[in-house]
């Protein structure tokens, strides 16, 4: 794949990577970007010779959430979170198999709902996670209201979501929020070597398995994730992209200062 590409796709044996590529925006989600990453995840579980997919972004970051540049011109990277071909709640269409997250810098705001999306997440030392939502003036719609207080508990969800403030890997690894810290240079070979051992294991299991974790969460979940939906939506009518163009350089340099000390 060349250096232009947004989303780098590489399959190594039965596994696949997807690696948000947009370096200089912090991997922030355009419109087209996400279009990408909904079509090859869907690619990748269609595809009998893939068993498990890693999703990791380009250093420096993971995913710094929407792009504010378009979200502040037009919205229409928001509007794309209510998409009537994926269930509510949900970035992209879930697939039968299992998505490993390989944080590998700053997961913020839609970017730490694309990692929470995933099945479970493995950080660098360098990952940071921050809830900006609040600050940015949207509302979450990709089921951060369900995800997070599930892996954190309710408690340090809200303190997340509320305040903006950026967590560490650490810290992450404490509350539950990732499985494992690992050195940076090591991060995809660590993803790689989990991945490999649940493609080693019998396929059709695996995702029985996955889709039985999935159907017994499901009786929480689903009612959560439409009360986020209802919420977003009763936002959005009042919603005005020119407030985020206001906050834009405000909440970026807050966050790059936060970043720093953290």
Known sequence: MTSEEILLVEQRDAVRILTFNRPDARNALSSRLIDRLRAELAAADADDETSVVVLTGTDPAFCAGLDLQELGANGGNLSLISDPEI?????????????????????????????????????????????????????????????????????????????????????????????????????????????????????????ALLSSYRRAEGHLAEPALRVEQETSEAWMREFSPSRVAERRSAVIERGKAQNAHT
């Open 87 to 207: 269930p509510v709640g949900h970035p992209w269409t879930p697939l039968a198999k299992p998505v490993i997250g390989a944080v590998n810098g700053a997961a913020i705001t839609g970017g730490l709902e694309m990692a929470l999306a995933c099945d479970f997440l493995i950080a660098s030392e360098r990952a940071r996670f921050a809830d900006t939502h609040a600050r940015v003036g949207v509302l979450p719609g990709w089921g951060l209201t369900y995800r997070l207080p599930a892996a954190v508990g309710p408690g340090f969800a809200r303190r997340m979501s509320l305040s903006g403030n950026f967590v560490s890997a650490e810290e992450a690894l404490n509350v539950g929020l990732v499985t494992q810290v690992v050195a940076h240079d090591e991060l995809l070979d660590t993803a790689l070597e989990v991945a490999r051992t649940i493609a080693g294991n019998d396929q059709p299991g695996v995702r």
